[in-house]
């Protein structure tokens, strides 16, 4: 009744299969949404979902790399160091400040959550992930001087600095002293170690640790189900037992995929991609929001199903074609142990919208909802490994499948 929220159904579907251990996708929540209809589909059991189970186990002497964090360690490695990748966070401090409290709780923080005390070397020329111990991972924030009118350039000069993965923490922290009581703590974590899922967990038990080291103790809090690495290997477990299958999906529904795909441009892309960009922000106002969500929820999809049919729609209109390819994020937190870990778990998605045969903009989002929910369910399938599978024309001048995303 409300509408559909891709991230709230992974989320309920992760507990249902931990809780019931019921095998279910999110595409089986969409096509039986009433408690009822769900509570009779996992009754059947028909769905073939062979998930193993995410736990904490033995680890290797070499623990790989997951496919996300193999992903930018080759960028890294083909481009150089580079901010590209950075996370900068800066959070406004008011009022006095225990600046050795703050010290400790950034230990405490970097000692719950592995990702963030993981350096990538190499043997050989293969990645794996070094987990460094707790006591020697603790980072040492510099304190440094700054006016109210430099803080901006210092900031992002500061967000700017590059990471060594292969010896270095994947976290720097600052504290910039503003006035005496107003302090601005910056924390640039490299993507390698984080996502943005991952802000809220990551500030939460920062402010919890901070709080119990300024009263004089440490935190007390429930230790995480599994770490990165155990998430890692089971990631591979996974795709050993899956990828096949799920790339039987993805060359058959991009087979024959245009090679690009954009908005007109007023002159020829660079040879060589430059990596400058702009933000331009619009607002959607308040009555025009209500009236998508209202579209989303009588036609039983969700609010970014909307946004996506739309953008299909505006390229198709500006002459892009009528086989319109989106990339989209997906979030990859499909198993409820991951919902407080801070780590890199994104993947990407390629959203392939038929906008031929002049359909309305419902029979467009119908199309759009099909193919959306079949993602979902084949969501595994690591973009670096479907680009290998696929082998598209490469070009240093565009992304590969597709070059817009939302």
Do not use: K
């Not at 189970?53 to 997951?66: D, M, N, Y």
């Not at 996974?238 to 024959?256: P, S, T, Y």
Request: aromatic residues 6%; charged residues 25%; proline residues 7%.
């Amino acid at each position: 009744r409300l509408g559909g929220h891709s991230l709230l159904a992974t989320r309920l579907v992760s507990r249902v299969r931990r809780t019931l251990g019921a095998r279910l996708s999110v595409r089986d929540l969409f096509r039986w949404p009433t408690v009822a209809r769900i509570a009779a589909f996992i009754a059947d059991g028909t769905d073939a979902d062979r998930r193993p189970a995410l736990v904490a186990g033995e680890r290797p002497e070499r623990i790989p790399l997951s496919a996300a964090q193999r992903r930018l360690w080759f960028l890294d490695q083909m481009e150089g160091p580079s901010a590209t990748y950075n996370i900068p966070l800066a959070v406004r401090l008011v009022g006095t400040l225990d600046t050795d409290a703050l010290h400790l709780a950034l230990g405490d923080v970097v000692a719950r959550h592995e990702a963030l005390r993981t350096v990538f070397p190499a043997e050989q020329g293969t990645p794996y992930q070094q987990v460094l111990p707790a006591d020697r991972a603790r980072p040492a924030p510099a304190l440094i001087p700054a006016t109210r009118e430099a803080l901006p350039e210092l900031l992002r000069d500061l967000s700017a600095t590059t990471f060594d993965l292969a010896r270095e923490l994947p976290l720097r922290a600052d504290l910039l002293r503003v006035e005496g009581d107003e302090h601005v703590l910056l924390l640039v974590i490299h993507h390698i170690a984080s996502d943005g899922w991952s802000t809220t967990p990551l500030v939460r038990d920062l402010a919890a640790a901070y709080t119990a080291r300024a009263e004089g103790t440490a935190p007390s809090w429930e230790p995480l189900p599994v770490q990165y690495a155990d998430y890692a290997l089971w990631q591979q477990a996974l795709l050993a037992a899956d990828e096949e299958r799920q790339l039987d999906h993805w060359r058959r529904v991009l087979d024959g995929l245009p090679e690009e795909v954009t908005l007109p441009a007023d002159r020829a892309r660079p040879a060589t991609a430059s990596y400058r960009g702009a933000s331009l922000t619009v607002r959607c106002p308040a009555g025009l929001h209500a009236s998508l969500t209202q579209l989303a929820r009588e036609s039983g999809t969700t609010l970014f199903m909307v946004a996506q049919a739309a953008t299909s729609a505006l390229l198709a209109r500006s002459g892009a074609g009528s086989d319109i390819p989106i990339g989209s994020p997906v979030a990859g937190r499909s198993e409820e142990a991951l919902e407080e870990l801070v780590g890199f778990f994104v993947n990407t998605l390629v959203l392939r919208t038929d906008v031929s045969g002049n359909p309305t903009f419902r029979e467009l989002l119908d199309r759009v909802r099909t193919t959306d929910l079949a993602a979902w369910a084949h969501q595994d399938v690591p973009f670096d490994r479907l680009v290998e599978a696929l082998n598209p024309e490469r070009s240093a001048a565009r992304h590969p499948l597709f070059q817009v995303m939302l």
